[in-house]
């Protein structure tokens, strides 16, 4: 039986938040993939500032990959600029009622900072447009983690309509202001109803994205103060289990990379189109 959204957010809704939770431990995938994109520009002049940038950016996710570890960006710095913009102020109601609307605005600017973010796919590797777009095309590769702590796994929604936020929005801010008097502490129903709603805020796409069938993991950073940072695999439950290397990423690159499975003790394979089979669909093969 698959994940059913309408089940997952009524158990929310209805304040249920255990049992929201325990349902979707167990639909969430036991393997996911990270599409990573890679310049095949190596071989770069010295005075050439960009292309020497390029090779030190794919070093840093071949180190990354080698040391365990996981990039996890700002919801700012992916690349949809419509991030947690699922759900949009009702301005009229708020005004009429005496809400400041820029203070508003404000604090949803920083609950979306409190986030680090790092998308998935459980779409297997013979995503022909996924390795176009996240392994700049088929230039990259692909890491097959297996999931450790589904609790820390989210699926995307996705959805055709944004949501009006009016009450929502003020008990945040009411609550949370709350806590920080004393009045109330974290275990509160309310207060646990009220974060996890802005957890999910950033967990809604448009349609438009659905053929990703992307999944998230979410890691607290109340800091917030850059781009995004390097975590253990662990702390986000995963474990590299193989790595599947582009048509097109250069002989260098896959050098690299095999070294790397080498180090790891994982299985690497390389993709390519089988030209004597009637699917048009990409086949990998051990490398």
């Not at 390029?54 to 690349?79: C, E, G, P, T, Y």
């Not at 193989?242 to 993709?271: F, H, P, W």
């Amino acid at each position: 039986m698959s994940f059913e959204f309408g089940k997952y957010f009524k158990l929310i809704f209805n304040k249920e938040i255990n049992e929201a939770t325990t349902y979707r431990k167990k639909h969430m995938p036991k393997k996911l993939f990270k599409y990573v994109s890679l310049s095949n520009n190596i071989d770069c002049p010295k005075d050439d500032l960009y292309c020497n940038n390029i090779v030190d950016l794919n070093d840093k996710k071949f180190n990354a990959l080698n040391n365990h570890q996981l990039w996890m960006s700002r919801f700012d710095n992916l690349n949809d600029p419509y991030e947690y913009k699922a759900m949009y102020l009702k301005r009229d109601e708020l005004a009429n009622k005496g809400w400041p609307l820029e203070m508003l605005d404000g604090y949803i600017d920083k609950m979306k900072a409190i986030y680090l973010i790092s998308s998935f796919t459980k779409n297997i590797v013979d995503n022909m447009p996924m390795w176009a777009h996240y392994s700049n095309n088929h230039k990259g590769f692909c890491v097959e983690y297996n999931v450790l702590n589904p609790k820390l796994v989210y699926p995307i929604s996705y959805e055709e309509e944004r949501i009006g936020l009016a009450s929502t929005i003020t008990s945040v801010f009411d609550l949370t202001y709350k806590l920080y008097k004393g009045e109330i502490n974290d275990k509160d129903e309310e207060f646990q109803f009220i974060m996890t709603l802005i957890t999910h805020f950033g967990l809604i796409k448009h349609k438009s994205w659905q053929y990703e069938d992307e999944y998230r993991i979410l890691n607290a950073d109340l800091i917030g103060n850059s781009a995004g940072a390097l975590v253990p695999l662990l702390e986000v439950g995963l474990d590299v289990n193989s790595i599947y290397v582009g048509s097109q990423c250069s002989s260098e690159n896959k050098d690299k990379l095999k070294r790397i499975a080498t180090d790891l003790k994982v299985k690497i394979y390389e993709m390519y189109l089988d030209d004597e089979i009637p699917n048009y669909k990409l086949s990998y093969r051990p490398i």
